[in-house]
């Protein structure tokens, strides 16, 4: 079985509706590129992940911000990075018209179970305490 499915496969076995679009080649773009959400029933975030053969896979969650982030960028910014900082996987970044956030990590382009069983509780672990160790962060999104 290769990476790809198998990682399908383990999203599902956890319990993660996928919903797979392959991408169309694009100049400059990895043929082979495929897109999937991963969403979940559960209290577990929704990820949109893309493999790219030879690169790994991308993990992407967004989030909407409320408009009062337009008269606290600074703070907002502030806090994006102190989550980030605290974060062992993910990366939170703001759209450049600041109406999403998006969490951002990486998985190699390999597959083990419990190597990406890890990576998969680490990346929640990062997301739960980022928002409890940052409370503030929803005065920003909805």
Do not use: C
């Not at 382009?109 to 990346?123: A, H, I, S």
């Amino acid at each position: 079985m290769d990476k790809y499915q198998s990682v399908r496969n383990h999203l599902e076995f956890l319990g993660y509706s996928l919903l797979e679009k392959e991408l169309s080649h694009q100049a400059g773009r990895t043929v082979g590129r495929k897109t999937f959400l991963a969403k979940s029933s559960g209290s577990k975030t929704n990820l949109f992940i893309t493999y790219t053969p030879n690169a790994g896979f991308s993990f992407v969650s967004s989030y909407i911000t409320k408009p009062n982030v337009l008269n606290n960028r600074l703070a907002f910014l502030d806090l994006l990075n102190k989550m980030t900082a605290e974060s062992y996987l993910a990366s939170f970044v703001a759209s450049k018209d600041f109406k999403n956030v998006f969490l951002l990590a990486w998985y190699p382009d390999f597959y083990d179970k419990v190597l990406f069983g890890n990576f998969l509780e680490r990346l929640e672990s990062d997301i739960k305490f980022a928002i409890s160790n940052n409370p503030e962060i929803l005065n920003f999104i909805e």
